[in-house]
Each structure stands twice: as C-alpha cells, then as structure tokens.
C-alpha cells in the first residue's frame, strides 16, 4: 500500500474559505436491536450533516432486529425525506448489512459507523477534510470505551490480522470509515460478519488504495447490549480471515468490486420490483435484490422493502 499515514493535529483538508469542500455524502447506519439507540441516531445526524454534506442521505439497515428497531426505521423513513429503510428479514451479520447499505448507496462518498451512538458526528468532519486525498479515511479510537475483555480481544485480532494479512491499521474494526465511492468498483464484500472491516481493508492494501487514520472520540453505550464479543461471532470472524487469506492470494488488478457485480443486479431486480420499492415509507427506493417470496409477500402487505 503505497500510504497508511495518522492525522495530527494540524487540519489540511480544508479549502481556501476554511470551509469543508462540498461533498455528495450517503450515510449508512447498520442496526441490529437498537431500539433504544436509533432515533437518537439519527435525529443526530440530520443535525450534522446539512453543515458538513451539499447533498445527503441515511440509509437505515434493519439486520433482522427482534424489538422495535424495525418499525423504528420505518416511521423515521416516513418521517424524513432524506432516511431510507433496508431489512434483513433475518440477521445475517453485520457485514452482510454494511454490504446491503453500500449496495443502496447514492452518492460520491460513502460513511459508516455503528447505530449505538459511541461515535460523534461531528468528529465526521475530520473524515471528509482528507476524503477527496485518500480513498479510505478510518477512524482510530483515542481511548476505547468497552469492557476489558473486548479490548483484550481486539488487541489480540488487531495483532492477528497485523500477521496473516499484512494490514497494519491501528483500530481496524473502529466503526468511523469514509469511502470513495470508486473503492467498491474494485473492492468486494464477501464476509456477512465482524469479519468485514479486515476485508475491505486487505482488498485495499492489495490494491495500493491510500488509507489515512484520523483519531476520534469513543463514548461508553447508552443502551443495548454489544454482539461483537459473542462466541459465535468471533469464531466467524476466525473462519472468516482464513478463508480471506487464500481468497487475496488470488486477487487481481481486474477484480470487479461490488458495483460491478452485485450493483448490476440489484439495479436489474429494482426495474422489475419498482411497485414493490415504490410503496416505501418516505417516499424512496430501497434495496431490493433477489426478493424472497416471503419478502415480497410482506412488502405488499406493509409497504416495506426488504434486501435478500
């Protein structure tokens, strides 16, 4: 990878006014039973992003949540033009729902990070004023605030990854990234769990991108309970590095990414489910590829789309 570089304190992104350059921004918030989380979430990005973003979006993905997180993200997609709904009618994994975001994804600059509120908008800022520079700028955590046994485990994966793939970034799995668009021309998304972040960026690193790391804010969960420390997840995520590991071995300059590929169905599969998109809550077309029988037999009921 031709640069992996940390942002001070200096601030260089800026244009000549010391106004944040006019960016397209599509914002995706991967959910999982955040019920208590979401809401909060989102009526704080729609504070946010009118001064950071000329034109934005919320794209909502409802990994098969079993509370309210659901109808949530439907009535806040009734209720603002600018929030869109996708779900899982079952939960897949987080990767698995990052990629349903990125896949619905408008705009030239594509941002995630996590629905539980540990992370400040605001600090979105420091992203975007190096993102016309670098194809990737990942935030790193200035002081993690979890439980000692998630940083024991994190530090023992960073270390691991660090050793099999070659990726030195300090805070991998840091849920504050921000993406060119063209990063998904060329990088895919096959892992559907923790194992994603790793994925995007060892494609990257393969690929000579640049990536840059600024530092950010970790705020303790107000509500809900973390999954990323679960059995089942991390031996997945094991799994996962290894099948990663002999995957790159076979990946070239010509890969097509996930716009390439997936895009060229999905855009295929909404021509012909436009009455089904049409009917979303708030007025905008969700993702919706290779509808299940099950799926589209809900959407005509309820007015909901769903990403199979």
């Given at each position: ?20 350059a ?6 995706i918030?991967?959910a ?14 729609r ?24 109808s ?7 209720q ?12 897949r ?141 991390i ?14 071995r ?41 509808m ?10 309820s ?6």
């Amino acid at each position: 990878m031709r640069d992996f570089s940390i942002a001070h304190e200096t601030r260089q992104g800026r244009n000549g006014t010391g106004a944040v350059a006019p960016v397209t921004l599509s914002v995706i918030f991967p959910a999982f039973n955040e019920e208590a989380n979401i809401r909060h979430t989102v009526d704080s990005a729609r504070l946010v992003l009118p001064k950071l973003a000329e034109t934005w979006e919320i794209i909502l993905v409802n990994d098969g949540s079993e509370d309210a997180t659901s109808s949530l993200c439907d009535e806040l997609a009734e209720q603002y033009p600018e929030v869109r709904a996708i779900h899982h009618t079952d939960n897949r994994g987080y990767g698995a729902a990052l990629k349903s975001g990125i896949l619905a994804a408008r705009h030239d600059y594509i941002f995630f990070t996590d629905s539980d509120g540990q992370f400040d908008l605001q600090e979105l800022e420091n992203l975007i004023e190096w993102a016309g520079h670098y194809e990737i700028v990942t935030g790193y955590r200035a002081k993690r605030q979890d439980p000692p046994h998630r940083l024991i485990n994190a530090w023992g994966w960073r270390t691991l990854v660090r050793m099999v793939l070659g990726v030195k970034v300090r805070d991998i799995d840091c849920a504050f990234k921000i993406f060119q668009r063209s990063v998904f021309d060329r990088v895919q998304i096959r892992s559907v769990g923790a194992m994603v972040n790793t994925e995007i960026l060892a494609q990257a690193k393969s690929f000579g991108m640049r990536i840059h790391e600024v530092k950010v804010s970790h705020y303790p969960r107000r509500h809900g309970k973390p999954s990323g420390a679960n059995l089942r997840v991390i031996a997945k995520a094991f799994r996962e590095l290894f099948r990663l590991w002999g995957q790159l071995r076979h990946v070239t300059h010509e890969q097509p990414g996930l716009f390439r590929t997936e895009g060229g169905l999905r855009d295929a599969n909404l021509s012909r489910n436009r009455d089904e998109c049409d009917a979303v809550r708030g007025g905008a077309t969700a993702l919706a590829r290779r509808m299940s029988a099950e799926s589209a037999g809900r959407s005509r009921t309820s007015g909901r789309c769903f990403a199979d």
